[in-house]
C-alpha cells in the first residue's frame, strides 16, 4: 500500500455479531456444564455459577452489543500510531496499540492503551465493520511493526 493510501482516514463503528454472541454463550455454557462434576461444595458451585451468569451478561453487553461506559462504539485512525476511540459515555480518547494485538483473516483484538491511563480492547469480526475499512484496518496493523 502507497503512503497516501495510509494516510486515509479510518472510521470503525463495531456492529452486532451473532457469530460473537453464539461463540460467548457456548464458552460459558460449557462453564456451567461443567460446574456440577467438581468435587467442590454445592455453595461454591452455585457462587461460580453465579459468576459465570455475570460474565457472560457483562462480555457481551461490552463486547458485542458495545454497550455500558467502556465500550468502544467509534474506532478513528488518521495517521501515525495515535487512535481515536469513543466509547459507551461518548467521551473520546486517545489511544496507541498495545502488545498483545492480534490479527488474523476471521478476527482482529485491538489491545488499546489509552493515553490517560488504562486500557480497553476491542475484539472484530469482518461482519461487525464496513468490508472496506475492516480490510484497511487489516493492512495497517499487518504494516505496524512490533504488532
Not at 50 to 77: E, M, N
Not at 99 to 128: A, D, H, T, W, Y
Not at 130 to 135: F, H, I, N
Amino acid at each position: 500500500m502507497s503512503s497516501s493510501g495510509f494516510a486515509t482516514l479510518l472510521v470503525i463503528q463495531p456492529k452486532f455479531s451473532i457469530r460473537f454472541l453464539v461463540i460467548l454463550t457456548v464458552q460459558h455454557l460449557l462453564a456451567l456444564w461443567v460446574l456440577p462434576w467438581l468435587d467442590l461444595p454445592w455453595p461454591i458451585i452455585a457462587l461460580s455459577a453465579v459468576f459465570v451468569c455475570l460474565s457472560l451478561y457483562r462480555t457481551t453487553r461490552h463486547h458485542v452489543f458495545h454497550q455500558g461506559p467502556r465500550a468502544i462504539t467509534q474506532l478513528i485512525w488518521e495517521r501515525g500510531a495515535v487512535i481515536r476511540i469513543r466509547d459507551g459515555e461518548r467521551r473520546e480518547s486517545e489511544a496507541t496499540l498495545g502488545q498483545g494485538s492480534f490479527v488474523n483473516l476471521r478476527l482482529i483484538i485491538l489491545n488499546l492503551k489509552l493515553q490517560q491511563k488504562g486500557r480497553c480492547v476491542l475484539i472484530l469480526f469482518p461482519e461487525m465493520a464496513e468490508s472496506d475499512a475492516y480490510r484497511l484496518l487489516r493492512v495497517r496493523l499487518l504494516m505496524t511493526p512490533n504488532l
